[in-house]
T-cell receptor
Framework: DSGVTQTPKHLITATGQRVTLRCSPR?????VYWYQQSLDQGLQFLIQ???????AKGNILERFSAQQFPDLHSELNLSSLELGDSALYFC?????????????FGPGTRLTVL | TQLLEQSPQFLSIQEGENLTVYCNSS?????LQWYRQEPGEGPVLLVT?????EVKKLKRLTFQFGDARKDSSLHITAAQPGDTGLYLC???????????FGAGTTVTVRA
């Protein structure tokens, strides 16, 4: 158990809909990262938040947005869903200090868009 | 775009055999991590290496970071069925905390 929690575990929805994925980082970690994993693209970085502020953006679509709340939990919002958005979405957290960047991953949310 | 290249993509061996997975990049990383992932689950951190030439051992797993900090390898001695999984290498830059992942190596250890 990494200490990172994600809900829900599975999500099935239809094209055009909007969903929210939730993540709680490990106790003491200030950084939260979101990744998307699909069969053809592997693990792709989407976005990072540090102590409530956006720090880095990766290949995140404009239809996707995220935020980190004062209690440090984070939500990833996916809207106008398309079939191609079906994937595993992972949240990771880290302390973000020093030379290392050890990120601990949650169990993921499997999103299926029908 | 994958900055890290892993090889081989697939590896199937018999229990008791040894195996090596490679991770190569054209960029210098400040640190590199190895993860193992099982189907439907999140990646689990195995080790972090930061110093060129560094070697770390975790039971039957040996991790090496190249002198130039552009490549790494994972060696498993006397593999067991429990070692089956997707092995991922991931690197980060010193001023950039996101991780860039390799495509992974799927390892299958047959009993």
């Amino acid at each position: 158990d990494s200490g990172v929690t994600q809900t829900p575990k599975h999500l099935i929805t239809a094209t055009g809909q909007r969903v929210t994925l939730r993540c709680s980082p490990r106790s003491g970690d200030l950084s939260v990262y979101w990744y998307q994993q699909s069969l053809d693209q592997g693990l792709q970085f989407l976005i990072q938040y540090y102590n409530g502020e956006e720090r880095a953006k990766g290949n995140i679509l404009e239809r996707f947005s995220a935020q980190q709340f004062p209690d440090l939990h984070s939500e990833l919002n996916l809207s106008s869903l398309e079939l191609g958005d079906s994937a595993l979405y992972f949240c990771a957290s880290s302390v973000t200090s020093g030379r290392t960047n050890e990120q601990f991953f949650g169990p993921g949310t499997r999103l299926t868009v029908l | 775009t994958q900055l890290l290249e892993q090889s081989p993509q697939f590896l199937s061996i018999q229990e008791g055999e040894n195996l090596t997975v490679y991770c190569n990049s054209s960029s210098v990383f400040s640190s590199l991590q190895w993860y193992r992932q099982e189907p439907g689950e999140g990646p689990v951190l195995l080790v972090t290496v930061v110093t060129g030439g560094e070697v770390k051992k975790l039971k039957r797993l040996t991790f090496q970071f190249g002198d130039a900090r552009k490549d790494s390898s994972l060696h498993i001695t006397a593999a067991q069925p429990g070692d089956t999984g997707l092995y991922l290498c991931a690197g980060s830059y010193s001023n950039d905390y996101k991780l860039s992942f390799g495509a992974g190596t799927t390892v299958t250890v047959r009993a």
